[in-house]
């Protein structure tokens, strides 16, 4: 939206700026600086500033976007981290001494002396 809203800053800066042109294309008796040319001016600097402000804007909205996507991987990647892990603790909270997956072998313990 911003893209085409600054798009739309060319209709009346153009226009501003046409007047400006044939105000300066006069005989120089008929040159003054009067109200009129005065709000030219000060309408092509505000557009300006707006174009500006639409350039800084969009600036920060794609920062933001940037950042945003960043934190969703990384909490997605937490995520499914953390889903493994939950996984294998339902599997170890429910072993017991006769589980069929745990496997006794002669010698795996040592006791102490």
């Not at 040319?37 to 092509?44: G, N, P």
């Amino acid at each position: 939206r911003l893209k085409t809203a600054a798009a739309v800053l060319t209709m009346p800066e153009s226009i501003a700026g046409e007047c400006l042109e044939r105000r300066t294309g006069r005989v120089d008796t008929e040159l003054v600086r009067d109200e009129v040319e005065e709000e030219l001016i000060k309408e092509l600097a505000l557009i300006a500033e707006i174009r500006e402000t639409f350039a800084r804007t969009l600036k920060d909205v794609e920062m933001q976007l940037l950042e945003d996507k960043t934190a969703k991987q990384r909490l997605e990647y937490d995520w499914s981290d953390k889903t493994v892990t939950h996984q294998i603790e339902a599997v170890n909270c429910a072993l017991n001494n006769r589980s069929n997956i745990m496997l006794f072998k002669p010698g795996s313990t040592i006791f102490p002396d």
